[in-house]
């Protein structure tokens, strides 16, 4: 099968082509090309694809809307000098990393007008995502007609939930009547890294019990009990939780409150939460943690509180999250952060000897974006790495759901 996943977000659409077959009882799942088109609105939006181990070819062209953008990366991935498919009837699915599902969707679903339905009800919910995400699948319908479409949502992994862990100490009618509650998101993340995290301890999902930290531009923690999400630090909306690359995560409420009341609109309350704080706000010097790491070995202070802060953060969940699961089989580093930071992950595992942590410097120290296990042998806790992939376990689903849905046909 071949499967194109979309990620469709504010201004930008990325994507993958994958194919998916079956050789000697083996599954093979290969990526044709990956791409970006960015700066969508703009006369100068950016437009690149490249093709395994092949360098990025980009272009600058105007690109009005996230239509537009779909209609530019289906031309591309069909040109006969890309070589990745010969025309779109070649496609057998299209899968969107969609991130809110609510709280009714629990597993990825082939798209039909309920599911659009719901997904453009959660518009309300999360406001800076699901408009795109449905924009783009709208636009796959009269561009690809025919062609299935399915929903992966980054909420869903976490709706096995307890509802003492998703529900806020808040009035129960902002529950019933607006549907407040903790959601979670980067579920896909986590759910790859469940799935990766079997292979790699030769362990069943359902008897497999970890504590994901995905650390990236967005910051979250889950829970994992027998290959179930039962907690997660991203709640209502992904601003809630951990200290994040320009999000400041959890603060006391009152300080919206606080801010209005000395002038503040409340727009730029939002503005300043979400894109003016956290790892950014704190060093002054960038949302790239690598470059406050760098200003920190420099001697740096605001630069070293800025890492105490998101390492203090991370061990204090990790505590929580080891007397929640009781029995915890590994911690899991994955995202930018999580994958490239041998530093961070090493601060973050320093002095937990005494829960049964114990890295293996040297094994750390080379595991930056490579998936390896870099605790002791002996260790009692197992610490991984493990570089995301979730737009090929968005393939995964899609290929999954088709097939069975085709035999349903039968």
């Excluded at 289906?74 to 990745?84: Q, R």
């Excluded at 498919?85 to 798209?111: A, C, F, P, Q």
């Excluded at 699901?130 to 699948?137: A, D, S």
Aim: with cysteine; glycine share 8%; proline share 3%.
């Amino acid at each position: 099968m071949k499967i194109l996943v979309l990620s469709c977000r504010i201004h930008s659409v990325k994507y993958e082509v994958f194919e998916l077959s079956t050789e000697n009882r083996k599954n093979v799942e290969k990526e044709l090309c990956r791409g970006n088109v960015s700066k969508i609105g703009s006369e100068f939006a950016t437009a690149y694809m490249c093709k395994p181990n092949k360098e990025p070819e980009i272009d600058v062209f105007p690109v009005k809307d996230h239509a537009a953008a779909i209609e530019v990366i289906l031309k591309t991935i069909t040109a006969p000098e890309t070589g990745v498919i010969t025309h779109i009837k070649d496609l057998d699915g299209i899968g969107h990393r969609v991130v809110h599902g609510g709280d009714k969707y629990t597993e990825s679903l082939l798209i039909t007008d309920e599911v659009k339905q719901e997904i453009y009800r959660n518009i309300e919910l999360t406001p800076l995502h699901n408009p795109f995400n449905y924009n783009g699948i709208e636009a796959i319908e009269k561009l690809c007609p025919g062609i299935p479409q399915v929903a992966v949502f980054d909420t869903s992994f976490h709706q096995t939930m307890d509802e003492c862990a998703y529900r806020y100490p808040i009035a129960e009618r902002l529950y019933h009547e607006h549907r407040v509650r903790r959601y979670g998101f980067h579920g896909i993340s986590h759910r790859y890294v469940l799935e990766r995290a079997a292979v790699l301890l030769n362990k069943p999902q359902d008897k497999l019990s970890l504590i994901s930290l995905h650390l990236g531009a967005g910051t979250s923690a889950c829970a994992i009990r027998n290959g179930k999400s039962v907690d997660t630090t991203m709640g209502f909306t992904p601003l809630e939780g951990l200290m994040m690359s320009t999000r400041s995560g959890s603060v006391d409420p009152e300080l919206v409150f606080f801010l209005h009341k000395a002038g503040w609109e409340l727009s730029d309350i939002r503005v300043c939460l979400n894109y003016e704080s956290g790892i950014l706000g704190v060093s002054g010097i960038s949302g790239e943690m690598k470059d406050v790491v760098i200003a920190m070995l420099a001697g740096d202070k605001r630069a070293k509180l800025t890492v105490d802060m998101y390492v203090y953060q991370l061990r204090k969940i990790i505590g929580s999250y080891f007397l929640i699961l009781k029995n915890t089989d590994a911690i899991v580093f994955t995202a930018g952060i999580g994958e490239k930071s041998d530093i961070i992950r090493e601060m973050v595992c320093d002095g937990l000897e005494f829960i049964g942590v114990k890295i293996d410097t040297d094994a750390n120290n080379e595991a930056n974006s490579k998936e390896a296990v870099i605790s002791v042998p002996d260790a009692g806790i197992k610490v991984l790495v493990i570089p995301g992939n979730e737009k090929l376990l968005i393939a995964r689903d899609v290929a999954n759901i088709i097939s069975k849905t085709e035999v349903l046909a039968q």
